[in-house]
């Protein structure tokens, strides 16, 4: 059985997510500040945090960052302010996806499930070795070197790198990255895909593939000239 951590200092939202998670099947634990979820991430050993931002002791922008460092647990935001500057830095430091206050607790849960069900890294869509131009995508190893050099990407930017090197040429909507690489079978507002693409951008500098940005569309992968 799965365990939540749910991470919040307001104690209504942390009874509400527990109430819904409980229905759903899962243990849930809490912690009320930053300090107490770093702990409990570390020895519980949580199969997915619901983290806020706004924490006392520890924010929940050091929280995702530090516990990061040290694990791959699947970590969902919660934040009370709809900035896209707040949820841009969260998935930047490692969140999987991050939600608004006031948000739904269904789709709370349907993006719960989502995430944990691809949260083990998939089977490499490519079975071999891919070449193209300098990039080099090792499958089986889940490995990529540009230009010779081992370039170190998170579960989801190589499997997101594999989806668009696997469809090549091919525009593929925000949507449907958000069902193929995070297996989200809902519509929702999120930056997630694009937060990601511009990550796996920098990562991919130098190897002569580019992510071109189809406006309105979404994306697909070029060779640059």
Known sequence: MDTLLIVDDERNIV???ELYAKQAGYRTLRAYDGETALQMIERDSPSLVV???MLPKVSGWDVCKRARAKSDVPIIMLTAR??????IVGLELGADDYLTKPFNPRELMARIKAILRR?????????TVAHLAHLEVDGPKREVRVAGMPVKLRAKEFDLLT????NRGIVLTRDK??????????AGETRT???H?????????????????????????????
Not at 82 to 87: I, L, Q
Not at 119 to 127: C, L, T
């Open 193 to 195: 895909v694009d937060v």
């Open 82 to 87: 709809d900035d896209d500057v707040d949820k």
């Open 163 to 166: 989806m668009l090197i696997e």
């Open 51 to 53: 983290l806020d931002l």
């Open 197 to 225: 693409v511009a990550q796996l951008r920098k990562h991919i500098t130098g190897s002569g593939v580019g992510i071109e940005t189809v406006f309105g569309v979404g994306y697909k992968l070029t060779l640059e000239d």
């Open 177 to 186: 990255l958000l069902e193929l690489v995070w297996g989200y079978d809902f």
């Open 15 to 17: 009874e509400l997510v």
């Open 119 to 127: 949260a083990s890294p998939e089977p490499a869509r490519i079975h």
